[in-house]
């Protein structure tokens, strides 16, 4: 993550009826204190100090007008009295600049009705959205609070901050975003997010590597799928999760603990890892996001291959690009030609094709590799080439149109569905709300995944009807 830390060491934060206090000697911060070390940081950076009793005051819930003073002073900020865009807030309110320059990065906003509340108690789930936005914060955690549904309008930043191991639940199961935050609290989730010193263990699949377990399902479908995501290498989810199909069927772990070995005792892991140059053994074997970046690197260097054919344009975001790819991925040897040599039949029993059959099954989507205009004529093997391929083809261009990753949606996007309609739950038997083929929709966050199958669940809004439900990302369409 990104720290920025500029702040003005002049004037205080927190106020009080009682004046401006001192911010050394704090009676009631004591090392070894919950949060004492978070404080401490804030207090010597010169961003809060405590009041004129000498006490800090951890438990003392926070108000609106101290939350834009203390992002404000922490990022430096216009901080000059102004009158601001609230109709209760003019420059001789303390902190006037702070608020008004928080509003224009769209840090804090104000209430419905035009005023912003400064003496308004923060939440928890208001604090979420605050760091959110001066952080810019993009990872998303999987999350599982019962008391965080996707209408919450702090649900995207929650799962913001847990991913950047800013903010975590009272359980695993609740969060509590309506519930006040306290002058301690504040101080520990800005503090996380100005220094990784203090951040939480991220891990925002949910799954604990030391467990030496497979993951379930739905934790193994977030890995692959955060792990393509979150690559500079563009390699579309649909593919890596069809690999890691026909390589292990989602497999790292044996039910013994020992980390899945291919029977040619070579390959490593979910992703069979083989060329473990440059790669830490280890590593491969006990770290499953480790063992993925591996298999994706090395996809990406086939992919980039001079010597193996391109389709179209080469954009790696259409699933019909990769077909050589694989193909390279297991190796260009004879059993992988698309056709066989002795009767010029097409081979479907290649390992490039069983993995786009895997992308039907996982994804209910169908890549056009048929519309790929091959012949037997372009692949030359045999005993003069070691029965590996030799392509007499360099280029082809698809008929018709190409299949896009459907992974690439962001939050605030418009798009349409061709699906049945939206459900309530991440899954394909949760209840179904109605849409017209004509409806709108609003993503709202980063996709939850499927417990069952391999694609993904967008959260949504329905803009005509205010409707909240997931859609499937196969049937997501880019509005027109």
């Known amino acids: 993550m990104k720290k920025m830390f500029c702040i003005l060491l002049l004037g205080v934060l927190f106020v009080s009826s009682g004046g401006i206090g001192q911010a050394e000697g704090l009676s009631d911060i004591k090392e070894g204190d919950r949060f004492y070390e978070e404080i401490d940081f804030l207090l010597k950076k010169g961003v809060i100090q405590g009041f004129s009793d000498g006490e800090f005051k951890p438990g003392k819930v926070v108000k609106r007008q101290e939350a834009a003073l203390m992002i404000g002073r922490a990022l430096e900020y216009d901080g000059t009295s102004r009158n601001t865009i609230f109709s209760d807030v003019d420059k001789n309110n303390l902190g006037s600049g702070f608020i008004q320059s928080a509003y224009e990065k769209g840090v804090i906003l104000g209430l419905e009705d035009g005023r912003f509340s400064p003496g308004q108690a923060v939440t928890r789930g208001d604090m979420a959205n605050f760091i959110s936005r001066a952080f810019k914060l993009e990872n998303e955690a999987l999350i599982k609070f019962t008391d965080v549904s996707i209408s919450k309008n702090s649900y995207r930043a929650i799962r913001q901050i847990v991913g950047h191991g800013i903010g975590q639940g009272y359980s695993d199961d609740l969060f509590e975003p309506d519930k006040a935050l306290t002058r301690g609290e504040f101080s520990a989730f800005l503090a996380r997010a100005l220094s990784d010193d203090f951040t939480l263990p991220i891990d925002s699949c949910g799954y604990d590597p030391s467990t030496h377990k497979n993951p379930n399902h739905q934790v193994m479908n977030c890995l692959l799928t955060q792990a393509a995501l979150q690559s500079d290498a563009n390699v579309p989810p649909e593919v890596l999760k069809a690999i890691a199909t026909e390589e292990s069927g989602w497999v790292h ?7 899945l070995i291919g029977h040619d005792g070579k390959g490593i892991g979910v992703m069979q ?4 140059e440059g790669y830490d053994v280890e590593r ?24 193996l054919p391109k389709i179209g344009d080469h954009n790696p975001m259409n699933l019909e690009s990769w077909y050589f790819a694989i193909m390279a991925y297991n190796g260009t040897v004879s059993a992988n030609s698309p056709f066989y040599k002795e009767t010029g039949d097409r081979n479907f029993g290649s390992y490039q094709d069983r993995v786009y059959a895997n992308i039907h099954s996982n994804e209910d989507t169908v890549p056009k590799i048929e519309n790929i205009p091959m012949t037997s004529e372009d692949f030359h093997y045999g005993d003069d080439t070691n029965n590996i391929i030799e392509f007499n083809k360099k280029n082809y261009s698809l008929k018709g149109n190409f299949t896009s990753s459907n992974y690439y949606y962001n939050a605030n996007d418009e798009v349409q569905y061709s699906g049945k309609g939206l459900r309530k739950s991440p899954n394909t038997i949760g209840e179904l709300i109605p849409l017209k083929p004509s409806d709108r929709l609003i993503i709202l966050a980063s996709p939850v995944y499927d417990t069952n199958n391999g694609y993904v669940w967008y959260p949504v809004k329905a803009p005509q009807t205010g409707a909240h439900g997931y859609i499937a990302s196969p049937y997501i369409i880019p509005a027109n």
């Open 284 to 307: 491969l074997k006990n770290d499953i996001s480790y063992n993925i970046r591996a298999g994706i690197e090395i996809l990406k260097k086939k992919y980039n291959l001079s010597s």
């Open 273 to 276: 890892v083989t060329s473990t």
């Open 253 to 259: 772990f044996k039910d013994n603990g020992e980390t």
